[in-house]
T-cell receptor, first 107, second 115 residues
Framework: AQRVTQPEKLLSVFKGAPVELKCNYS??????LFWYVQYSRQRLQLLLR??SRESIKGFTADLNKGETSFHLKKPFAQEEDSAMYYC?????????FGKGTRLSVIA | DAGVTQSPTHLIKTRGQQVTLRCSPK?????VSWYQQALGQGPQFIFQ???????QRGNFPDRFSGHQFPNYSSELNVNALLLGDSALYLC??????????????FGAGTRLSVL
């Protein structure tokens, strides 16, 4: 069965501090992994997908198949990064989401 | 391009009633997926429509049904509403197929409250 686990419901960091949002998945094959973000009063939108291997808004995420993880990282958090972040897996079904992590960046 | 649009924004129903939610996909997209997002949870996949047929289905009962029209727009129907059906219903559209990016773009959702 496919499953995505985001162990932290809430993560608070100070502005300028590094950020790491954790995501672990379970799937026996080779899934596609995504990070979606939802800013206040906005719709869910794609932030990153692992096959693109790009940096968006300073965020990066590396797929670690050995640890079955896809953690989201940013070296220096900004106040505008405060949002709800969802990790998602695409394999047998379109998207399986984790429960999300709320990131709060404190000025 | 207005992106994915959903209607209505909010809906209040009572137990046992039936409801229809609507979705217009992003221009150029041919596939529509529906998700249910309960409070404090991530979106959960209900089903996906492509070429006017249900292509995939998640773990939802038959009370949940859908339709896709020739213009790619879609409807989600829920019969015999239960209190537990109260949630945000999200529609996502994408362009599927070989060579397509298969990225899902989400609408703002319909908030359904069942009393």
């Amino acid at each position: 069965a496919q499953r995505v686990t985001q162990p932290e419901k809430l993560l608070s960091v100070f502005k300028g501090a590094p950020v790491e949002l954790k995501c672990n998945y379970s799937y026996s094959g080779s899934p596609e992994l995504f990070w979606y973000v939802q800013y206040s009063r906005q719709r869910l939108q794609l932030l990153l997908r692992h096959i693109s291997r790009e940096s968006i808004k300073g965020f990066t995420a590396d797929l670690n198949k050995g640890e079955t993880s896809f953690h989201l990282k940013k070296p220096f958090a900004q106040e505008e990064d405060s949002a709800m972040y969802y990790c998602a897996l695409r394999a047998d079904t379109p998207l399986v989401f984790g429960k999300g992590t709320r990131l709060s960046v404190i000025a | 391009d207005a992106g994915v649009t959903q209607s209505p924004t909010h809906l209040i129903k009572t137990r046992g009633q039936q409801v229809t939610l609507r979705c217009s996909p992003k221009s150029g997209h041919d596939t529509v997926s529906w998700y249910q997002q309960a409070l404090g949870q991530g979106p959960q996949f209900i089903f996906q429509y492509y070429e006017e047929e249900e292509r995939q289905r998640g773990n939802f009962p038959d009370r949940f049904s859908g339709h896709q029209f020739p213009n790619y727009s879609s409807e989600l129907n829920v019969n015999a509403l239960l209190l537990g059906d109260s949630a945000l219903y999200l529609c996502a559209s994408s362009l599927e197929g070989v060579g397509a990016k298969n990225i899902q773009y989400f609408g703002a959702g319909t908030r359904l409250s069942v009393l």
